[in-house]
């Protein structure tokens, strides 16, 4: 299966914790993005990347999130001293920007529970 | 906001055509539409886009109003599996903020 994957699927932590996700896009795409999606709610867009360069970040990405894409492949997100508001489902994206209309291919999503 | 309106869910039976409807009178004349859906706990997968001319491909057609306020997709032949939620975006494919979604219509097919 050559998608987006994203690990881990599913992650339960206790308030106060640290937490990190992985993001593998697909080989060829140059952007990757961050989703968050709240139950009943669409996505909601957090940050992305072109390469290895953090281009735009949403308000909605507070100082406890990082996130990287160190080598222009694979990402990760940080969520720092969990809150149970960042209980939600983390999506990623991935696209290929530069050639025809850009479209978004989205991994599984790993779904964070804040106890 | 998502700049786009849908109705919040609809239903259908099988096997006959589903006309999902979406509004987006204040779209730009560079801006694409763009569908995606989104099955039971699994990620949003992409449908299909267009920008004036209506579209097809193996999953949908798109109809794009001459005034491109709005935009229909159909499904020609609606199974169980098509059971979703259906995002209709605006995307200017710049990158710029990602995709805005609204909350989309949730498709209910009747076997």
């Known amino acids: 299966d050559t998608g987006v994957s994203q690990d881990p699927r599913h992650k339960i932590t206790k308030r106060g914790q640290n937490v990190t996700f992985r993001c593998d896009p697909i080989?060829?795409?140059?952007?990757l993005y961050w989703y968050r999606q709240t139950l009943g709610q669409g996505p909601e867009f957090l940050t992305y990347f072109q390469n290895e360069a953090q281009l735009e970040k949403s308000r909605l990405l507070s100082d406890r999130f990082s996130a990287e894409r160190p080598k222009g492949s694979f990402s990760t997100l940080e969520i720092q001293r969990t809150e149970q508001g960042d209980s939600a489902m983390y999506l990623c994206a991935s696209s290929f920007y530069g050639a025809g209309v850009e479209t978004q291919y989205f991994g599984p999503g790993t779904r964070l529970l804040v106890l | 906001d998502a700049k786009t309106t849908q109705p919040n869910s609809m239903e259908s039976n099988e096997e006959e055509p589903v006309h999902l409807p979406c509004n987006h009178s204040?779209?730009?004349?560079?801006?694409?539409i763009h569908w995606y859906r989104q099955l039971p706990s699994q990620g949003p997968e992409y449908v299909i886009h267009g920008l004036t001319s209506n579209v097809n491909n193996r999953m949908a057609s798109l109809a794009i109003a001459e005034d491109r306020k709005s935009s229909t997709l159909i499904l020609h032949r609606a199974t169980l599996r098509d059971a979703a939620v259906y995002y209709c975006?605006?995307?200017?494919?710049?990158?710029?903020?990602?995709?805005?979604f609204g909350k989309g219509t949730h498709l209910i097919i009747q076997p």
């Open positions: 975006i605006r995307n200017s494919g710049g990158g710029a903020d990602g995709l805005t």
């Open positions: 204040t779209i730009s004349g560079t801006d694409y």
């Open positions: 080989s060829e795409h140059n952007r």
